[in-house]
């Protein structure tokens, strides 16, 4: 290593005195101390090593200042509001039905604080966290009962598990897709035993 290389290395503050400084005090006074001091000490390091690679001359506050914000920002704000341009209303992958103004006013309050989520008030026991919605959608569907899942994959998984298991299933060659990148429909029939038959690519047919 350089002499000079060296001597820059040596006037880099430790992280306690950069904790120190007033130019953090917003980042410790938002997150935890561990947390800015975990991101300060990666940002030092990186520094450091871009100093002994010769990619950088000197050490500057502002330029660590700089890096520091950025690596902040990335980890703590993944999730950002974006503008939907794929043509599909209902995107998985962008968060599925936004929520109407009325709603989240109405929800607001309530997830806020706690709630009568799995709780029963009347008879002062655990309850079902389903009964809140059941109702409703038998109502919306006709159905003798519902069941709530976290998605459409889950949905199909039940079904299969209690209409179709190690029994005939009819589908469409259209139908038998990957969902997100994990969830095959042919892996599930196959996990299922079900027997396929498989009709045409949009419309299958029974003799």
Not at 46 to 71: E, H, M, P, W, Y
Not at 148 to 172: H, P
Request: charged share 30%.
């Amino acid at each position: 290593m350089r002499v000079r290389n060296k001597e820059i290395l040596r006037k880099i503050p430790s992280v306690d005195n950069i904790l120190s400084r007033k130019e953090l005090y917003p980042y410790l006074k938002r997150f935890p101390r561990k947390f800015v001091k975990d991101k300060s000490k990666k940002v030092l390091e990186d520094i450091r090593v871009a100093i002994i690679n010769g990619k950088k001359k000197s050490f500057t506050f502002n330029s660590f200042l700089k890096n520091l914000d950025q690596i902040i920002q990335k980890e703590s704000q993944n999730i950002k509001k974006v503008v939907n341009a794929t043509g599909i209303i209902l995107s998985t992958n962008l968060g599925r039905a936004p929520l109407p103004e009325g709603v989240v006013d109405v929800i607001k309050p309530i997830i806020m604080g706690y709630s009568n989520l799995e709780y029963d008030i009347k008879r002062g026991k655990r309850g079902k966290r389903d009964d809140h919605i059941v109702g409703l959608l038998k109502d919306l569907t006709g159905a003798e009962d519902a069941l709530v899942v976290n998605n459409n994959a889950g949905a199909v998984l039940l079904c299969f598990d209690t209409f179709a298991k190690a029994k005939e299933v009819i589908v469409s060659r259209g139908q038998l897709v990957e969902i997100g990148g994990s969830f095959r429909l042919p892996d599930i029939l196959k996990k299922k035993r079900c027997k396929t038959y498989r009709g045409w690519n949009n419309k299958p047919n029974i003799h």
